[in-house]
């Protein structure tokens, strides 16, 4: 009896052992969705949050831009008119015009000394972006300068043209503000991450190298399987890498589960691994990484790597670029639940405007991009920006708010608009602000 029940007793063994080790994987598995759920829409907030800040400092670079191609600047203009924008921000340093790359004008006045008279194509930090800029027209944001006072900061410059009748416009300087590093990032609320416990490295695309140059990041920024998370202010591109401090696993749980093992270990062992394969299979981490935990659209990442593969095979195609209109005022009434309501119910829309095969992305707090596979002609676009725009804006019931919002779009295609992605970015994203003004002006 003994002997015979010998090879029993080794097989329920190896049959616990091998449950045992089931159950612990998919304890695994689902902490680490969890945890990177969490630190997406973490990142994606802080994200937002960083994108208003910068915008609203690229604002003041454009105005000055507008208010120089329509009239001569004098001292007294300068000081007036950079004391009221000055006193709107808390993580402006300085406002500057540098006509010719000569930095001349600098408000506050006693940051002179230390700016004025310095020529940005010969420094050695922001030089040869500078030039770049001066020879495409694009704005850009430097990489971190110290300031007086042992403070650090950036600088964001707009190249400036002036046009005369008749003639090409002409390049005049740049405008320029100077911000504070520490005041920007806790505008930003970039400290949300460490009070979360995820460890976080920012970079932003230099495109003079065509490389990524860190910005900030938290003391421990190294990563295992981060979640990597993409975003554009004015054809500038900065990306976040973030990751939980944390263990993605839970030793509670894990102590316990030989004893849960042991007693489904005769029923549901075979069951139980052939489960785990499949949830720990490459394949099914690899499209979590690709959706937007929100939305459950296809994230940045992807919309990324779909453009690459495309471009690669010469297969045209057309993007859309698509932007909510007040969608800030309803996170400000209703609070962020609404907003994240709100932008699921935006999402619904857009996947139902589309055509089987066209893909859906979200690229971030309320910014989404459509990929239409093939050429396209700009009737089919046109009819398709008019369906989307006709379907968001109709009035949506959230709890008891009734919400309206709009949207403004803009569109780009490959190869005959631009071959790179940031080219095309770019073009959608320029059309998308013109019909923002266009809407305005129309209200």
């Keep these: 009896m003994k002997k015979n029940s010998r090879p029993f007793i080794i097989v329920s063994f190896i049959f616990a052992l091998l449950a045992c080790e089931s159950v612990a994987g998919i304890i695994i598995h689902e902490n680490r969705v969890r945890s990177y759920e969490h630190v997406s829409q973490v990142v994606e907030s802080v994200s937002f949050n960083i994108k208003t800040v910068l915008k609203a400092q690229f604002d003041i670079t454009k105005f000055w831009q507008s208010y120089l191609q329509q009239k001569q600047m004098n001292t007294d203009d300068f000081e007036l008119l950079a004391s009221s924008l000055y006193s709107e921000s808390v993580v402006l340093y300085s406002i500057e015009l540098i006509p010719g790359g000569v930095i001349s004008d600098v408000y506050p006045g006693h940051h002179k000394r230390i700016r004025q008279n310095r020529d940005i194509f010969t420094d050695p930090v922001i030089g040869e972006i500078a030039k770049w800029s001066r020879l495409t027209g694009q704005p850009f944001v430097s990489n971190p300068i110290a300031l007086e006072d042992m403070m650090m900061g950036f600088q964001i410059c707009t190249p400036i043209y002036i046009s005369e009748p008749g003639k090409l416009p002409e390049f005049w300087g740049f405008s320029s503000v100077t911000l504070k590093f520490d005041s920007f990032f806790d505008e930003s609320d970039i400290y949300m991450l460490q009070n979360e416990h995820i460890k976080y490295e920012l970079k932003s695309m230099n495109p003079v190298k065509s490389v990524l140059e860190p910005i900030i990041a ?75 935990s929100l939305t459950k659209l296809w994230n940045t990442r992807k919309f990324y790597e779909v453009m690459n593969k495309l471009m690669a095979k010469k297969d045209p195609f057309a993007l859309l670029y698509i932007d909510l209109n007040d969608f800030k005022p309803v996170n400000d009434t209703y609070g962020h639940k609404a907003g994240d309501d709100l932008l699921q119910i935006v999402a619904k829309k857009l996947r139902n405007c589309v055509r089987e095969g066209d893909e859906v992305y979200r690229l971030g707090g309320d910014e989404f991009s459509i990929i239409l596979p093939n050429s396209v002609p700009p009737a089919g676009i046109n009819g398709l920006c008019g369906r989307i725009k006709n379907s968001i804006a109709r009035e949506t019931i959230i709890g008891d708010a009734h919400v309206h919002v709009s949207a403004s779009i803009g569109y780009s295609g490959y190869p005959g608009d631009a071959t790179s992605i940031e080219g095309l970015v770019r073009i959608a994203e320029e059309m998308m602000y013109a019909d923002k003004k266009a809407q305005r002006k129309g209200r």
């Excluded at 399987?225 to 500038?236: E, G, I, L």
Aim: aromatic share 16%; net charge negative; glycine share 2%.
């Design 218 to 292: 938290s003391e421990d920024h190294d990563f295992n399987k981060p979640v990597m998370h993409s975003f554009a202010v004015y054809n500038t591109m900065w990306t976040f890498f973030a990751e939980s401090e944390k263990d993605w696993h839970d030793n509670l749980l894990i102590a316990v589960s030989p004893l849960m093992a042991f007693f489904i270990a005769a029923l549901l062992c075979f069951a139980i691994n052939a489960l785990r394969n499949q949830i720990l299979s490459g394949d099914s981490f690899k499209r979590l990484s690709y959706i937007d």
